[in-house]
């Protein structure tokens, strides 16, 4: 999974563009969106007083950062939480400022609305809160709250995502369309989370307790499920 364009439109808006390096609010040489001489990896350059650059290389600089250093530290919880889209970015968006996620998940060991919860504590520079970084934190709050509405995956159409856990005692078999003779891409343990569309326009029912959804699982989006809700 990689950042949306909303996802970057929204650390930009935060992190604001100086084409020419300055001191943020802790003293740390900055440049472009944010980037500091941690990027050094990044950027090839060490930023110091004096140092200037052009829009698109700051432009540049944002993705390749987030591509190389943020989108794998969020994307390596994914098979714990199976990021939606909104999600994912907001968590990306948190990263790039605060450095990780590890903290915020507990390493893996916090739910959602803990997480969501959690994201709030987090928006004090130096030993007192910024205004900045609250008026932040509580940005990425909504847009990880938000679900996400699916346009055309499979025949669903404009539904929303939600997670939903595996019920069954065998199982779910993640199918590429919806219908039993259909191949098996996947299968999960009961107690698995998926993200799924409610309501899928192509559901079937084969006995009494099989019902099919497209579902995400592993960063793919599988056209249905058997039995993963009874």
Not at 153 to 172: E, F, L, P, Q
Request: contains cysteine.
């Amino acid at each position: 999974m990689k950042t949306s364009e909303a996802g970057i439109a929204l650390i930009k808006r935060f992190e604001g563009c100086g084409l020419a390096a300055y001191r943020d609010c802790v003293g740390v040489w900055t440049i472009g969106y944010g980037i500091t001489n941690a990027d050094k990896s990044i950027t090839g350059r060490t930023i110091r007083k004096g140092m200037k650059i052009s829009r698109e290389t700051a432009d540049a600089w944002l993705r390749k950062s987030l591509r190389q250093k943020y989108e794998p530290k969020v994307a390596k919880y994914d098979s714990i939480y199976h990021w939606n889209q909104n999600q994912f970015d907001a968590l990306v968006s948190f990263a790039y400022n605060i450095g990780s996620i590890d903290q915020l998940t507990a390493n893996g060991k916090r739910t959602i609305k803990q997480i969501a919860n959690a994201m709030l504590l987090y928006d004090h520079a130096g030993g007192r809160r910024v205004k900045g970084l609250t008026e932040r934190r509580r940005a990425e709050q909504r847009l990880f709250l938000t679900p996400v509405d699916t346009d055309h995956i499979g025949d669903a159409t404009k539904m929303i995502t939600r997670k939903r856990t595996v019920a069954n005692a065998a199982g779910a078999n993640l199918r590429e369309l919806p219908s039993g003779e259909a191949a098996v891409a996947a299968t999960v343990k009961q107690g698995a989370e998926l993200a799924v569309v409610e309501d899928f326009a192509a559901t079937n029912t084969v006995g009494s307790d099989t019902r099919y959804v497209c579902v995400n699982y592993a960063g793919k989006w599988l056209r249905c499920a058997e039995k993963l809700l009874e």
